[in-house]
């Protein structure tokens, strides 16, 4: 048996006895590092960033004057809300979607928030 062996079955114990939601935050954040873009985890407020994920809800929010969509983009390790000003409906924007999205990162309320995000729909693998 060779060294490697102990850390193969350790590995395979892991991933047949973890819940249904870790294991797709692990191939979530795997996913991303493949994608060459930024874990939300690692993302500071003021800098331009690049992330992908998974939508895991998006929601139209009236305001006062304007309204905005919002959706929570989740790479494995943290949630990043995406939000676009003046828009209702973007078409391919659902949850369930994969999706690159780039902008300055912004802090509101404690999140972390991309506004009027330059965005990617992903095919899923």
């Known amino acids: 048996m060779s060294s490697a062996a102990p850390g193969f079955w350790r590995r395979l114990v892991r991933r047949l006895t973890i819940d249904a939601a870790e294991l797709d935050a692990d191939d979530l954040s795997q996913r991303v590092e493949q994608a060459g873009a930024r874990r939300a985890s690692e993302c500071v407020g003021g800098e331009t960033v690049t992330v992908l994920g998974r939508l ?5 929010c009236p305001r006062e004057a304007v309204a ?58």
């Open 56 to 60: 895991r809800s998006v929601e139209l």
């Open 68 to 125: 905005t969509l919002e959706a929570e983009l989740f790479d494995g390790t943290e949630a990043i809300t995406l939000v676009w000003l003046g828009r209702r409906r973007i078409p391919g924007i659902e949850p369930g979607r994969t999706v690159r999205a780039s902008g300055r990162l912004a802090v509101r309320d404690g999140r972390k928030v991309l506004y009027n995000p330059y965005y990617e729909l992903q095919w899923s693998s």
